[in-house]
């Protein structure tokens, strides 16, 4: 059965940090791109961060890129967002992506076979 489960949403302040996990079953994330993506209520699902694994590239959105950090653990077949300095326009739901089709881009949804049910993440003084 293939899986993808997040933890590591949560509450924090201005400032503050919280990293994100996805781990997966059924298919092995280090097999091909990864991605983290973000939602808000009534908004379309943005990319947040992609990862390579086949070359290591990572890949960020204008908006996160020096804050967030996208990683992964093969051995334990989990992939990571690590964010940094939060502010609270990161208030959104997170989702985990992987397994993406040939010729469409890191940020497109449309693009990831397997995801995850989603994490929230909070960020408020």
């Known amino acids: 059965q293939v899986q993808s489960v997040e933890s590591g949403g949560d509450s924090a302040q201005p400032g503050g940090s919280l990293r994100l996990s996805c781990t997966a079953s059924?298919?092995?994330?280090?097999?091909?791109?990864l991605a983290w993506f973000r939602q808000e209520p009534g908004k379309d699902r943005d990319g947040v961060a992609a990862?390579?694994?086949?070359?290591?590239?990572?890949f960020y959105d204008n908006l996160h890129k020096g804050r967030f950090t996208i990683s992964t653990n093969n051995a334990a077949n989990t992939m990571y967002l690590q964010m940094n300095s939060l502010k609270p326009e990161d208030n959104a739901m997170y989702y985990c992506?992987?397994?993406?089709?040939?010729?469409?881009?890191?940020?497109?949804?449309?693009?990831?076979?397997?995801w995850g049910q989603g994490t929230q993440v909070t960020v408020s003084s």
């Open positions: 059924g298919y092995t994330l280090s097999s091909g791109w």
């Open positions: 992506a992987a397994v993406k089709r040939v010729g469409k881009g890191w940020w497109d949804p449309d693009a990831y076979t397997y």
């Open positions: 990862l390579n694994s086949a070359t290591g590239e990572t």
